[in-house]
């Protein structure tokens, strides 16, 4: 089975600059996720999809990020204009049945200086 | 309070011992407890759910103490290759949210 991929791997850019990520979830994984991970810290949960709705967004910064699931599948997570406490590693996720966790993708690593 | 709280670490033991981390949630509604384990610029990956009656999956033990909010894993006979962080994980209700602790970093030493 393949697993959530996520593109790009690696992304550096200047503070007040605009970024995209990309993910794409498990075949047939209705919910897909969005972590923010800082450098230290566990995983904090930005969005939350069930199929192209949004479930839960209560601690997505609205006013510089943004996403969408078109379709239900891949999905896009959008910042704009970037702050230096941005840098952090974002994280796909997708699961079928919360009995058994998600399974995240390898992740974006985002730098801004 | 943080919802999900553990000791950052780090936990320096010899090969072969035996390690045991704690963590604690504050929402006494929380339906589903993970542990991921975490390797070093890599990806959480499920290490074993934990389920009130608890659960062992070879050197790894997870317990759960519902009334005391309260959640552990043990593992024994500590390998080189244990040395990661592991994360504490809460499902807090229904939506398929989960909250994920700081991580205890664990470090095996020859």
């Known amino acids: 089975e393949a697993g959530v991929a996520q593109s790009p791997r690696y992304k550096i850019i200047e503070k007040r600059q605009s970024v995209a990520f990309w993910c794409n979830p498990i075949?047939?994984?209705?919910?897909l996720y969005w972590y923010q991970q800082i450098l230290g810290q566990g995983p904090k949960l930005l969005i939350q999809f069930q199929n192209n709705g949004v479930v839960d967004d209560s601690q997505l910064p609205k006013d510089r990020f943004s996403a969408e699931r078109l379709k239900g599948v891949d999905s896009t997570l959008k910042i704009q204009p970037a702050k230096l406490e941005d840098s952090a590693v974002y994280l796909c996720?997708?699961?079928?049945?919360?009995?058994?966790?998600?399974?995240f993708g390898s992740g974006t690593r985002l730098t801004v200086v | 309070r943080k919802e999900v709280e553990q000791d950052p670490g780090p936990f320096n033991v010899p090969e072969g011992a035996t390690v045991a981390f704690n963590c604690t949630y504050s929402?006494?509604?929380?339906?589903?407890f993970f542990w991921y384990r975490q390797d070093c610029r890599k990806e959480p990956k499920l290490l074993m759910s934990v389920y009130s009656s608890g659960n062992e999956d070879g050197r790894f033990t997870a317990q759960l103490n519902r009334a005391s909010q309260y959640i552990s894993l043990l593992i024994r006979d500590s390998k080189l290759s244990d040395s990661a962080t592991y994360l504490c994980?809460?499902?807090?209700?229904?939506?398929?949210?989960?909250?994920f602790g700081q991580g205890t970093t664990l470090q095996v030493k020859p």
């Open positions: 075949s047939g994984h209705a919910t």
């Open positions: 994980v809460v499902n807090p209700g229904n939506t398929g949210k989960l909250i």
């Open positions: 996720a997708s699961s079928l049945d919360m009995t058994y966790g998600y399974t």
């Open positions: 929402n006494s509604a929380s339906q589903s």
